[in-house]
Structure formats: C-alpha cells, structure tokens
C-alpha cells in the first residue's frame, strides 16, 4: 500500500474500518445500519432531500425545479443564507407556501463567482472564524428566517458541509441550537451515520448525517461532485447508478436516506431527476422535523 494511504488510514481510523467494512463484509454492514435504523423507530425505507441555496443564481430556478419535484410526490428542504434569503424572499415564500420547511443557515451569504476560475467558490468557513463570529452568524440567520419567512426554525445546517463536525465543533454548535430550542442539526458526513445511526444525540442535540455513496462510503452522495465539480470524476449516470444501487441494497429494510444538492449544480440536469423519480417510487418522503418527531414519538413508545 502506498505510503500516503496508510498515513490517511492512520489519520482516520474510524472511516478507514468503515471502508473495509463495506468493502468485505457488506451484507452484515448494511444490515448492521438498517438495525439501527429500526432502533429508532423506522420502519421502512425513507428519504430526505434538501437543497443548499448558496447563490443568487439558485433563486432563479428554485421553483421550477421545486415543481418538478413535488410533482413526484417529493417535498424538498430548504437551507438558505439569510443575506440570500431576503433577496429571494418571494421564490422562497411561494415554496414555504407549498409545504416546505426552511431549516437555519446561517445569515452570511458564504459563496463568491471567481472570475478567472468561472464557476463559484466558496468563503466563510465557520472553522477558520472565532467561536463568538460564528455564533452570531447562526442567530443572525435564525433572527433573519423569522422576519424574512416568518419561520421559528427548528432545524440547523451549517456552511460548507462537514467543515465544521469535530466532536467538538457538535458540541458547541448543539449548545447554541438548544438555546434556540431547535429539534436538529443536519450537518456530519456519513460515517456518523454509519457508526451512529440515522439520528443520534452524543453532542446534547439529534444530530441528522447525510448519506453516502455506495461506491465509497465515507464520501457524500452530493451534487457537486457528480454534476459541478471542475476536476469531477463522475457524471449525471453515475449519481443515477449510485441511486439505483442504493435502492437494491435497501430493499424494503428500515433506512433513511438523506441527500442534499444546490439547484445549481441541478435544475438542469435530466439524470438528477431521474434519480429522483426512482426514490420517490421506492422510498418514502419525509421532511427533517417530521422525522425528528416520528423518531420521539417511537422512541416514547417503545
């Protein structure tokens, strides 16, 4: 084995035995996620889908994709910048008005279009700012969301994700959340979920990951990667294939799959909507605090 890969093993000993794992025992790896899965109360598989708002750009195709969306029987989540947010304010409450739910995040716009790379790139990361910036940041946009939408979020994700999941970083965020009497946060990579489950509470609040690839499953199932990145080793049928591969390993076991995209990197992109489509044919629908509440609810019961 090449030597940068066992210093990466080293590094992340925790995603370095989920890969090996997944890779050589697989049916009792998903089996064991599935399990934890019904632990919380889930009974069948389930999908979250929720969009990064990041630029001005993603105001112009929102709705429309939106519809594209809600036609197939899938009500989106919505993550925007409170700078973003206000001047979208009319797209973002024809959506609000259709059901969705708006979670915080956070009130500075954190993206900027460089002009000689051409595509956009992102600022603001919370770990490179001070603790009392980045609190701020998070009750501006919670301030923000109530006047813009007139929505008490009570859900959390934060900028640039899984830049800012270290233990400690959960903790301090979560503490923040609980003083906003939010119900989650949606802000770890998967191998949280993995380790974890779907929904767990180690940091003093239900903390939701993302999924992952079934090609990788430390690396995030996302749009970026398969439909923007500029050096992108994937494409449209990869995300497609990854969905279709996800579904058969689900079957009909107790899962949630939660993705996240940017319109973007999508609104435009026929094999997203495909893929979306065959979720919404094998999976059901939910949003974040419906979730939340569901899992309370069984666990209250059990």
Request: glycine share 4%; with cysteine; net charge positive.
């Given at each position: 084995?090449?030597?940068?890969?066992?210093?990466?093993?080293?590094?992340?000993?925790?995603?370095?035995?989920?890969?090996?794992?997944?890779?050589?025992a697989p049916e009792r790896f998903y089996e064991s996620y599935s399990s934890k899965c019904k632990n919380?109360?889930?009974?069948?598989?389930?999908?979250?889908?929720?969009?990064?708002?990041?630029?001005?750009?993603?105001?112009?195709?929102?709705w429309d994709m939106h519809s594209q969306l809600m036609d197939m029987g899938i009500q989106s989540v919505y993550a925007v910048p409170g700078e973003l947010?206000?001047?979208?304010?009319?797209?973002?409450?024809k959506i609000l008005d259709s059901g969705s739910e708006f979670i915080n995040h956070g009130y500075k716009d954190h993206t900027y279009f460089d002009q000689n790379l051409g595509y956009q790139r992102s600022c603001f990361f919370y770990d490179q700012q001070t603790k009392d910036i980045a609190e701020n940041d998070i009750r501006r946009g919670h301030e923000n969301l109530e006047k813009v939408l007139g929505v008490s979020a009570k859900g959390w994700r934060t900028p640039h994700f899984g830049t800012f999941e270290k233990p400690a970083d959960l903790q301090f965020?979560?503490?923040?959340?609980?003083?906003?009497?939010?119900?989650?946060?949606?802000?770890?990579?998967?191998?949280?979920?993995?380790?974890?489950?779907?929904?767990?509470?180690d940091y003093g609040l239900k903390e939701i990951p993302v999924t992952a690839m079934t090609k990788n499953p430390t690396a995030i199932l996302d749009s970026w990667a398969f439909f923007e990145a500029p050096d992108k080793i994937y494409d449209g049928s990869d995300y497609l294939?990854?969905?279709?591969?996800?579904?058969?390993?689900?079957?009909?076991?107790?899962?949630?799959?939660?993705?996240?995209?940017?319109?973007?990197?999508?609104?435009?992109?026929?094999?997203?909507?495909?893929?979306?489509?065959?979720?919404?044919?094998?999976?059901?629908?939910i949003q974040f605090n419906d979730f939340t509440i569901m899992t309370e609810q069984q666990k209250n019961a059990a």
């Open positions: 084995m090449p030597v940068h890969k066992i210093l990466s093993a080293l590094k992340n000993p925790k995603q370095t035995s989920i890969k090996i794992q997944a890779k050589y919380t109360g889930i009974t069948e598989p389930l999908f979250i889908l929720s969009f990064d708002c990041d630029t001005e750009k993603d105001i112009t195709v929102a947010l206000q001047k979208g304010e009319k797209t973002y409450k965020l979560h503490g923040i959340l609980n003083d906003l009497n939010y119900n989650f946060s949606t802000s770890s990579k998967p191998h949280y979920g993995w380790s974890h489950g779907p929904i767990f509470n294939n990854e969905v279709q591969n996800l579904t058969n390993i689900i079957s009909n076991r107790p899962w949630l799959i939660n993705l996240y995209a940017d319109p973007l990197h999508i609104y435009d992109k026929p094999d997203f909507f495909k893929a979306m489509k065959h979720l919404a044919n094998h999976t059901k629908s």
